[in-house]
């Protein structure tokens, strides 16, 4: 069992950045963000390959958002820069352990955080 924890939402003026993080208790082989807004689909924002630091961006994100991880800590961040009023969303941690997933990244994890709240005006 890996517990998740996130932090760093808040509310900012678009243009603006905040960075999440993510602290695990255990290790993870994949963790993501996810973002969820009022009335919509839940969206897979980024992923990183624990022992690669392999990363993959949606393209609503691509060039704004990086994540980035510290494997002493067990941490993965997400910089969120740039950021746009279309970006308010709750925003959750997401991780599996498991190396062996046929199926898309956005898919398929095991354990979820209780989400952090970002909030941009125009």
């Known amino acids: 069992q890996v517990q998740l924890v996130e932090s760093g939402g808040g509310s900012v003026q678009a243009g603006g950045s905040l960075r999440l993080s993510c602290a695990a208790s255990?290790?993870?082989?994949?963790s993501a963000w996810f973002r969820q807004a009022p009335g919509k689909e839940r969206e897979g924002v980024a992923r990183i390959l624990t022992g690669s630091g392999n990363t993959y961006y949606a393209d609503s994100v691509k060039g704004r958002f990086t994540i980035s991880q510290d494997k002493d800590k067990n941490t993965v961040y997400l910089q969120m820069n740039s950021l746009k009023p279309e970006d308010t969303a709750m925003y959750y941690c997401a991780a599996d352990q498991r190396a062996y997933r046929p199926w898309p990244w956005w898919q398929g994890y095991q354990y979820w955080g209780q989400g952090t709240q970002v909030t941009v005006s125009p």
């Open positions: 255990g290790y993870a082989y994949i």
